[in-house]
Nanobody, 122 residues
């Protein structure tokens, strides 16, 4: 089972920025749709952003204009740049991958990382 590896989560003040990274080892990285999900305590895992193999991106409404998703196929790495962070962005952030087109539900993704904690203090 392929395991993705996230990094970059930490404690940050409201209004600050973070960049999360996700490494997807092996496989044909460039052919996969990639996504970030997050899960806050007591809540369901929710979609944050996705980028497909052609570079098209989609975001949940609450992060539009603040978050950017990108991928570097040469490095098998995906990034989530998070700016103007808010306390409600606090969650464990997970990266995921699936072959084919981007989707917005967790169950449609085949590969997952262990998660990285992002905490935004007010």
């Amino acid at each position: 089972q392929v395991q993705l590896g996230e990094s970059g989560g930490r404690l940050v003040q409201a209004g600050g920025s973070l960049r999360l990274s996700c490494v997807f080892p092996g496989r044909s990285f460039s052919t996969y749709a990639l996504a970030w999900f997050r899960q806050a305590p007591g809540k369901e895992r929710e979609f944050v952003a996705t980028i497909n193999s052609s570079g098209s991106t989609f975001f949940r409404d609450s992060v539009k204009g603040r978050f950017t998703i990108s991928r570097d196929n040469a490095k098998n790495t995906m990034y989530l740049q998070m700016n103007s962070l808010k306390p409600e962005d606090t969650a464990v952030y997970y990266c995921s991958a699936k072959y084919g087109s981007s989707r917005f539900r967790p169950l449609e993704y085949d590969y997952w990382g262990q998660g990285t904690q992002v905490t935004v203090s007010s």
